[in-house]
């Protein structure tokens, strides 16, 4: 299916990127891209210094700077672990006052691609996103959480995160919690097949991620009739050679969900504005 065309007045947001350095938010704006929520690398964390939000090359950028994961689950590649609840008030402090303009969790492991429907392992318990959660918004932050599985996503979305990021394994249960609390989901379509392409994995495996993909553009459509808010995101490394069409791409993905071209326009650009807190004009808003 060809992508969606992109409309010549309207500002596309990338609701998950991963910056690598300065040079991704160049990436982003000569792909047309006007604002990008970063989740986050542990390169940023052992620097310290991520690129903070605001505006960076007429792009508008919230970061994460880094995630936060459970240690020993998944989540090295993206940020710093967590042993214990005794220092999510210190480590949000941390990624604040470094220029975080959200707060990215790990709250599952990844999709498996070697084993059928499964998950790696990873994540926090409920009462300690409730936690993250409240120490977020206590200096004024969000949370951002990546979370595949029906149980990883419920948790989430009762804690009161701002996104479920990815959302793999969706089902109608996991949807109407996110329908009641009002949990945006960025279903991140094409993350799933880059990484299966870049794995060369076996014919039997290209099938199951092709179903498993078939299945999430599904929910995707019981998504939108439920009314959970939904926002485009790639999960690219900028910078990418080939963003622009990944970007395009994932549009695409949500139309063969099933939704309307103007269905498909209006969360590429406005939903993720609201979900990014920025206004349609251009400029930060509530991030800060
Ligand atoms: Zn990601």
Not at 19 to 42: F, H, Q, T, Y
Not at 137 to 161: K, P, T, Y
Not at 247 to 255: H, M, N, R, S
Request: hydrophobic share 45%; charged share 20%.
């Amino acid at each position: 299916m060809p992508p969606p065309a992109r409309h010549p007045a309207k500002k596309y947001v990338d609701a998950h990127v991963h910056l690598r350095d300065l040079s991704g938010v160049g990436c982003a704006a000569d792909a047309g891209i006007a604002a990008i929520r970063d989740a986050g690398s542990s390169a940023s964390a052992e620097q310290g210094a991520p690129v903070g939000s605001g505006a960076h090359r007429a792009v508008l950028v919230v970061s994460s700077g880094w995630a936060l994961y459970k240690k020993g689950g998944y989540g090295s590649a993206f940020g710093i672990p967590m042993e214990g609840k005794e220092n999510f008030h210190d480590e949000i402090l941390r990624l604040k006052s470094a220029g975080a303009g959200i707060i990215k969790i790990m709250a599952s492991g990844m999709v498996s691609l070697r084993k059928r429907d499964s998950i790696t392992p990873g994540g926090f318990d409920g009462d300690e996103l409730a936690l993250l959660v409240r120490e977020a918004r206590s200096v004024g932050l969000e949370v951002m959480a990546h979370a595949n599985g029906e149980q990883a996503i419920i948790d989430c979305a009762e804690a009161g995160v701002r996104s479920v990021e990815h959302g793999f394994f969706m089902t109608d249960r996991a949807l109407d919690v996110m329908a009641r609390q009002n949990t945006f989901w960025t279903p991140t379509v094409g993350a799933l097949a880059r990484a299966a392409d870049a794995a060369e994995p076996s014919n039997e495996i290209k099938a199951h991620v092709r179903e498993v993909i078939r299945t999430h553009l599904e929910m995707i459509g019981k998504a939108r009739a439920l009314g959970v808010p939904l926002a485009i995101g790639t999960d690219c490394v900028l910078p990418h050679p080939r963003y622009r069409a990944i970007y395009d791409a994932e549009l695409a993905y949500f139309a063969e969900a099933g939704l309307s071209l103007e269905a498909v326009q209006q969360l590429a650009c406005e939903n993720g504005a609201r979900l990014l807190g920025i206004k349609t004009e251009g400029q930060a808003a509530s991030s800060k």
